[in-house]
């Protein structure tokens, strides 16, 4: 595979966030409109059809221990006794989008719904004090109720300051382009779904496949089958506890080995994503395990998008402790192709096999029985074979057109969004067509 280009994101500062959301701006000076002004281009520039996507917001007040605490115990979750978890899971209110009970999975997902309904009011970005010493470095092996004992409380708060984000950033993009219709349909919806991701390493893999072959080996000595049967039946009734059935974003999990998240569009409005947290465990005569957080070992998010402009990947490098927004394809469908949706995926490291990666993730969505009109969307954006030229660079021809056979060969991966969607469709339906398409009959995208 060709080597992807750094793509480092256009950073907007929380304060400036908050600035451009306010409709009377009599008290500002003519200097900072205009500053301000400047800021909302390059905001729109970036989010449509000549920029990637996506953007990052910095700076946001008192999220940096939340954001880690959170994080650190998405693997803690993921290698947890399967009983404990279940428990843990439902007092808290948390279902999985994934089977946790599959060893040879690349992900293990954590999700919840989050309501909103006071807009923005109700969303605002505060925390309470009571997590931040919440997680200490503790053996695997302990009883998880004191590290996990403020888990939905900090689910919670986290999703909720990032659903003031998305709702932020919609409320600008509507001033960009006219009306209220982004905004709007995420208030008639007043719900998102939070989602708490760990990527497995190597050794999470091997941790997870001996443990399946331990409690396979109890389950035959002690267990009927028909015991065994209704045991899957109510675990997994209970992992879906609080969950839709129609996923948020399509290939949650890959098949090819260097990856960890199949390409795919986001089909929502916007995904709002911490800034990623990475682990290396180590092991010592002392200690069965402990996770130590460390920096990003390729000095990106491991978050790579296919540019269609440039015909290229691209590798998202966002700051510490940002927080990304994705333009989905609801947003791209509701403003009439001014914003466009960000074809993405997740790379695994190729040097550190041991590498975990961990991030916290909102989806904000219309509302299930929202319509989609499309009779004056751009046709061109339906077709996603047309949205790069393909044509080759007359100076450096080898180099361009090995990105442009990379690129052919993802958008080949992709259902293009002619397709899926249908004037008149509702964001159910269209929801309900795209995961059709993307996962097929045996559950896989087509054409990998």
Known sequence: MAEAEILELYELPYSDLKLLCLDNTCSLSTEEIKRLETIRTSVMENLGPGGPGLLSITSVPNASIHRRNLLLLARKLALLNPDDRKRLLKEHHLGSDVSLKNPERNVSSFAMQLRYKQGLESTQCKF????????????????????????????????????????????????????????????????????????????????????????????????????????????????????????????????????????????????????????????????????????????????????PNKNKVQMVKSSPESFIIQVGESADILSKGKLRSTLHCVCRSTKLENLSRETFVVFLQPAWNKTFLISDYPTENCNLSSQGSGAPDEENPPVKLTANKLAEAIQKMIPPLSSRLKDGMTFAEFSRETTRQYYGGGGLQPNR
């Not at 708060?157 to 998305?166: D, N």
């Not at 994503?273 to 998010?301: A, K, N």
Request: aromatic share 8%.
């Open 128 to 307: 309470s004090s009571r997590a931040d010493d919440n997680v200490k470095d503790q053996d695997l092996g302990q009883l998880p109720d004191n590290e996990f004992k403020n888990l939905g409380n900090m689910f919670k708060e986290l999703g909720f300051c990032m659903i003031e984000l998305g709702l932020c950033l919609a409320r600008i993009c509507d001033k960009a382009i006219g009306g209220q219709e982004l905004e709007q349909s995420l208030l008639e919806s007043s719900v998102a779904k939070g989602r708490l991701i760990h990527y497995h390493s190597t050794l999470d893999s091997v941790v997870l496949k001996e443990a399946g072959r331990k409690g396979r080996s109890s389950k035959k000595k002690g267990n009927p089958k028909s015991d065994q049967g209704q045991c899957m039946r109510s675990e997994k009734q209970t992992e879906c506890t609080n969950v839709d059935g129609d996923s948020d974003e399509a290939g949650i999990s890959g098949t090819h080995s260097n990856l960890w998240q199949q390409w795919h569009y986001d089909y929502g409005v916007f995904t709002v994503l911490t800034d990623p947290f990475f682990i290396l465990p180590y092991y010592s005569s002392e200690s069965r395990g402990s996770d130590q957080g460390c920096p990003s070992p390729g000095g990106h998010t491991y978050l790579q998008i296919l540019d």
